[in-house]
């Protein structure tokens, strides 16, 4: 069955601290990866998403993923956090063939950054 | 452009009740998508709508929640009758074809 497994559920960082988020999946075939985030009060936004090409993907405000497809991962960096940072973090994942757009979630880590 | 949106924000309603929710896509998108966040938990597929026609409907939980999408515009989700477990956050989501999907702020639903 599909899946998808984000490694850390809370994670408390400071400002100008880096961040990286673990996420793997478990699909066997072609994938589309994503990361949305959730600000407080806010809908769910993509962050990020991974089609095909170059794995390292470039996203807004100074995040990025690197697709690993050895190890089935799709982590999100950021070098330095800030506290509007703070938010949920998703990882996503659909599989390509046949049209298929079903997405599958991870269980989302909560990001806390302190000033 | 307008966004998703989606009717009410919360609902507390009682056990044997009945909700609607209303999502309303992002105009020209046929693909709608309802998802459900039970709390603490991942957010899961429900369905997808493209168009007007079920596409996938292999997550709904059991036959007391009803999606319609006529016209091929917005789309409801019936839960009828409510139970304690249906309890979440309800989102949807609309694209185009294979595109990104955009979500709502979802309602958030309190079965008591």
């Known amino acids: 069955a599909q899946s998808v497994s984000q490694h850390n559920h809370h994670v408390i960082l400071s400002e100008a601290a880096s961040l990286e988020l673990g996420c793997n999946y478990s699909?066997?075939?072609?994938?589309?990866l994503f990361w949305y985030v959730q600000y407080p009060g806010q809908h769910l936004q993509l962050l990020l998403k991974y089609f095909s090409g170059d794995p390292l993907v470039k996203g807004i405000k100074g995040f990025e993923a690197e697709f690993i497809k050895s190890k089935f991962s799709f982590n999100l960096r950021k070098p330095s956090v800030q506290w509007s940072d703070t938010a949920e973090y998703f990882c996503a994942v659909n599989g390509v063939s046949g049209g298929y757009n079903k997405l599958i979630f991870g269980a989302g880590t909560r990001l806390a950054v302190h000033p | 452009e307008a966004g998703v949106t989606q009717f009410p924000s919360h609902s507390v309603i009682e056990k044997g009740q009945t909700v609607t929710l209303r999502c309303d896509p992002i105009?020209?998108?046929?693909?709608l998508y309802w998802y459900r966040r039970v709390m603490g938990k991942e957010i899961k597929f429900l369905l997808h709508?493209?168009?007007?026609?079920?596409?996938?409907e292999s997550g709904m939980p059991n036959n007391r929640f009803l999606a319609e999408r006529t016209g091929g515009t917005y789309s409801t989700l019936k839960v009828q009758p409510a139970e304690l477990e249906d309890s979440g956050v309800y989102f949807c989501?609309?694209?185009?074809?294979?595109?990104?999907?955009?979500f709502g702020p979802g309602t958030r639903l309190l079965v008591l």
């Open positions: 105009s020209g998108h046929d693909n």
């Open positions: 709508f493209v168009k007007e026609s079920k596409q996938d």
């Open positions: 699909y066997g075939g072609t994938v589309n």
């Open positions: 989501a609309s694209s185009r074809p294979l595109e990104t999907q955009y």
